[in-house]
């Protein structure tokens, strides 16, 4: 269904919400989202926690000829590529399972959610970023597999109740979340894909599942089933990255590039350092608790890894570069403001942002032409982070070996 062809469906006149207890501060959409909604069930565990179990660490390098740019990440997609992915991991390993949906109706998707809050249960959904205001995303910036929270709806007032990574809740039309949901734009199509979890009353014992989990993501790094994911996904990255010029011929666009890459790995909900921060903080957590100093010894590790992350985000939009810096400053300072201030700083975050259009601008005319200049050193850099995550994830997986 495109999206001039859409139409809301199912929606009555029902008034659904929950006593829901929302906090921000999440680091990423998916595990945020779980965390909360599993504290809604009755179960607390940290965010890096639900990273580490689900075997969520990972990256990943795809284009396909129908897109504007490539998408990196640094999500495990090497065996769980459908939603819920990580999160019905998560949910198994704790003894718990899941039913997901994923379909082209937009009134069975509706209903779906509404079944879910009458199970007291907030709707762990997929939307299309480009449809939430609150995000400040542009019309063209499409990513179907966003998540946050629906915690409750009013049918009459077209309202919907929405708990996403940030602090304070927020509401947005209840047609308007149907057409985020229902978003069709590849590559990761929103399609109203849905979960719904059911977990026992006492969960299986973390220290059960840290060590298979590891193991699992370990091998998940080091022995990708295709060259896009993985280690050998950084190192193939690293090589297409010299060919952007010709695979990205417009230079607006080859400069939009750069930014999302920079928000791919720093700013866009990815646990910090394209989720190396996060699982970083998730082997502090695990060996601390299996008192396994060959973890805690990986955990330091991971300080190099996070550290050179953040320098192949900046040396992606340089300093030496006017606009192309700024655009860096911008998408920094709003994550900011976002994380520390939530929701309640969106009007000062969208004065930031609105300048992000002429910027790029900017480096189109004048900057990405020296695109050549500054690429070697991003291009050095992943083959450093390659050859850093290599060796500790081997030596990660002789400290947990079954």
């Not at 480096?363 to 060796?391: D, I, M, N, R």
């Amino acid at each position: 269904m495109s999206q001039k062809d859409f139409e809301p469906a199912g929606i009555g006149s029902d008034q659904i919400v929950l006593d829901f207890q929302h906090f921000g501060g999440g680091r990423n959409c998916q595990t945020s989202a779980m965390q909360r909604l599993m504290h809604h069930l009755g179960h607390d565990i940290s965010e890096p926690m639900l990273v580490g179990i689900s075997a969520g660490l990972g990256f990943i390098y795809w284009f396909m000829k129908m897109m504007t740019y490539p998408v990196i990440g640094g999500m495990n997609r090497s065996d769980c590529r459908e939603f819920p992915g990580i999160l019905g991991k998560a949910a198994r390993r704790l003894g718990g399972d899941f039913e997901a949906i994923r379909t082209k109706s937009v009134k069975k998707a509706h209903l779906f959610l509404k079944e879910t809050l009458l199970e007291d249960q907030p709707a762990l959904v997929c939307v299309d970023m480009a449809y939430l205001d609150h995000l400040l995303t542009g019309e063209d910036d499409h990513f179907g597999e966003h998540n946050f929270l629906v915690f409750g709806i009013d049918e009459q007032r077209d309202l919907a109740y929405i708990s996403d990574r940030f602090h304070g809740t927020t509401t947005m039309s209840l047609v308007q979340l149907q057409r985020a949901r229902s978003s069709e734009f590849r590559p990761f199509p929103a399609m109203n894909q849905m979960v719904r979890f059911t977990l026992p009353e006492e969960l299986t014992p973390l220290q059960n599942v840290i060590p298979s989990a590891i193991r699992e993501n370990v091998k998940a790094l080091l022995n990708p089933p295709i060259s896009n994911f993985g280690i050998e996904g950084i190192k193939k990255w690293s090589k297409e990255l010299g060919r952007y010029q010709k695979i990205i011929p417009d230079a607006r666009n080859l400069a939009h590039a750069l930014v999302m890459h920079y928000i791919y790995i720093e700013t866009g909900g990815s646990g910090g350092a394209i989720f190396r921060q996060i699982y970083k903080d998730f082997l502090e957590e695990a060996g601390g608790l299996l008192e396994n100093d060959g973890i805690l010894r990986a955990a330091q590790d991971f300080e190099r890894i996070v550290s050179t992350w953040r320098s192949i985000a900046e040396a992606l939009l340089p300093d030496e570069f006017s606009a192309l810096s700024e655009l860096r400053r911008i998408q920094w300072r709003c994550n900011e403001l976002m994380e520390t201030e939530g929701l309640a700083s969106i009007r000062k975050a969208g004065r930031l942002a609105a300048k992000v259009p002429a910027l790029l601008d900017e480096a189109a005319a004048s900057e990405v032409t020296h695109y050549g200049e500054f690429v070697p050193k991003v291009q050095e850099l992943l083959e450093t982070v390659a050859g850093l995550e290599e060796q500790a994830l081997k030596e990660l997986n002789g400290s947990v070996r079954g």
